[in-house]
């Protein structure tokens, strides 16, 4: 059972927005707010990459550089969920993008993380 479950993805044109969302599973329940959360993309024929991630506080963020300026992450410890806002988006922002939970610090190296979601197809495309 996956600990973890990822919404929002869909099809989107260019310049629009989407508000993903990376939340806790509730039977059981996965204590979602004492991990810093990663959010990640892969697309057809590439390897999965690092987009986002988020201390467990919320107090530090980090971005790709692809990303910077148009995607915001955030998190509500009341709702056990991270979101990652994205704005501006681009043909190449299409993937399928997955959060995940580690203990370490945030990063955006795969490795890091130990637990995944099934992730969420986005589709930007006119």
């Known amino acids: 059972q996956r600990q973890l479950v990822e919404s929002g993805g869909g099809l989107v044109q260019p310049g629009g927005s989407l508000r993903l969302s990376c939340a806790g599973s509730?039977?059981?329940?996965?204590?979602?707010?004492?991990?810093?959360i990663g959010w990640f993309r892969q697309a057809p024929g590439k390897e999965r990459e690092g987009v986002s991630c988020?201390?467990?506080?919320?107090?530090?963020?980090n971005y790709a550089d692809s990303v910077k300026g148009r995607f915001t992450i955030s998190r509500d410890h009341a709702k056990n969920t991270v979101y990652l806002e994205m704005n501006s988006l681009r043909p190449e922002d299409t993937a399928i993008y997955y959060c995940a939970a580690g203990v370490s610090p945030p990063a955006l190296e795969v490795n890091e993380y130990d637990y995944w979601g099934q992730g969420t197809q986005v589709t930007v495309s006119s």
């Open positions: 988020i201390s467990n506080s919320g107090e530090y963020t």
């Open positions: 509730r039977t059981p329940r996965f204590p979602l707010n004492y991990f810093a």
